[in-house]
């Protein structure tokens, strides 16, 4: 048995490969797609990829590499996909079939920013191999579980009933925290957990025995914490204001909130974490601690929906590598009285999730 894994984002593919004991064989991906390209291979060296601009043209990529070494597509037991959204219908892996397809294309308004990658890509692989089981596993599906409290937005009533609701996000590496944690911290998994998803995009999650009761992004992925590029919760009076006093139209609102503000917008140097920390201005200081502040309060936020926290784990990008933001987080949340012994950093791993998902159905 062989599974292959792909993860599709805005600017990169990642794939990987596990045997049927769901032990990782190889891992890489295509970055920097649409402006600088790199197909890069883990123990191989990288290479430059020109005119690669979609996430489909990087899955060509990858698999022409799979089938060169020994991992044909159509000889895959199972492909699983990363889709970000799969609405209130889907939330559990499903394998894709023309009407499923279908359905998901539909859904494209609920994440018009992330949800064309993996649907584009899902689309090419059921192309090059149309025998093999393409399973969709959703980003949105270890939300599903949240009370209807939880996902209702103060809008009336018949929005709710269209769609406009609170789903959340980063659910395949949530569930992934769930599961790994306890093999981490050599205990059974804290009944009440708050885990922090710390990346370019970032999100919390209130965790109640290892189910989803509560997170920060709602109903689009730039709700909540402030990110690399996207601002986070925002006061909805300054969309307005924005729209009316500075002429933006629908597209440029749309520019600035995913693109230009975040850690980018509040120093005008950078989106990357490991910059602004490196960096001695000012500007990038002030960003820092920002994201840090704004972090903690978000984390408080979800106190409530756990009644109190029994453990903190930080996991992606930023939440594994950066000590000192961790550190910063943590300072604000003294009040908590969660001991050193109680917060853990799991290394996100949404693939191996997905690597499960596969297993399961085929």
């Known amino acids: 048995m062989k599974f292959l894994v792909l993860n599709a984002g805005s600017s990169s593919l990642k794939f990987a490969v596990f ?3 769901l032990k990782l064989l ?6 920097g797609i649409g402006w600088r390209p790199r197909f890069e291979v883990e123990g191989h060296p990288g290479r430059d990829v020109p005119h690669v601009m979609t996430a489909s043209e990087g899955l ?8 060169d070494n020994g991992h044909e597509p159509a000889q895959f037991n199972g492909i699983g996909h990363r889709i970000v959204h799969g609405g209130t219908q889907y939330v559990t892996p499903i394998a894709v079939n023309d009407r499923i397809q279908q359905d998901l294309e539909a859904l494209r ?3 018009p920013l992330h949800l064309p990658f993996g649907l584009g890509v899902l689309r090419e692989m059921r192309r090059v191999a149309p025998e093999v089981p393409n399973i969709a596993c959703f980003d949105t599906a270890f939300h599903a579980t949240q009370p209807e409290l939880a996902t209702r937005l103060p809008l009336p009533r018949d929005y709710f009933d269209k769609g406009y609701r609170r789903y959340g996000f980063h659910g395949l590496n949530y569930q992934h925290v769930v599961e790994a944690l306890p093999h981490v911290s050599g205990k059974p998994l804290q009944r009440r957990l708050l885990a922090a998803h710390l990346g370019s995009g970032a999100s919390m999650c209130a965790i109640f025995d290892g189910k989803s009761v509560a997170t920060t992004m709602g109903f689009s992925t730039a709700d909540g914490l402030v990110m690399g590029t996207r601002t986070g919760s925002i006061d909805p009076g300054v969309l307005v204001a924005l729209m009316r006093d500075e002429h933006m139209s629908l597209d440029q609102l749309e520019d600035l909130l995913y693109r230009r503000s975040g850690l980018l917008g509040l120093s005008g140097i950078s989106a990357d974490m490991r910059v602004l920390l490196a960096s001695d201005r000012t500007e990038a200081s002030e960003a820092v601690d920002y994201y840090c502040y704004s972090a903690a309060r978000h984390a408080a936020s979800l106190v409530p929906a756990l009644g109190g926290v029994d453990a903190m784990v930080f996991t992606g990008g930023v939440g594994e590598n950066a000590g000192a933001v961790r550190a910063r987080i943590m300072s604000h949340l003294k009040w908590l009285g969660l ?5 853990y950093v799991v290394p996100a791993n949404e693939e191996l999730t997905i690597a499960h998902g596969v297993s399961e159905l085929v």
Do not use: D, H, R
Not at 26 to 31: D, E, F, R
Not at 60 to 67: D, I, K, R, S
Not at 339 to 343: A, S, T
């Open 19 to 21: 045997n049927g004991q």
């Open 26 to 31: 190889l891992k890489g991906q295509v970055s």
């Open 60 to 67: 060509l990529v990858a698999a022409e590499w799979l089938a």
């Open 109 to 111: 308004s609920l994440a």
């Open 339 to 343: 001991g050193p012994e109680n917060v």
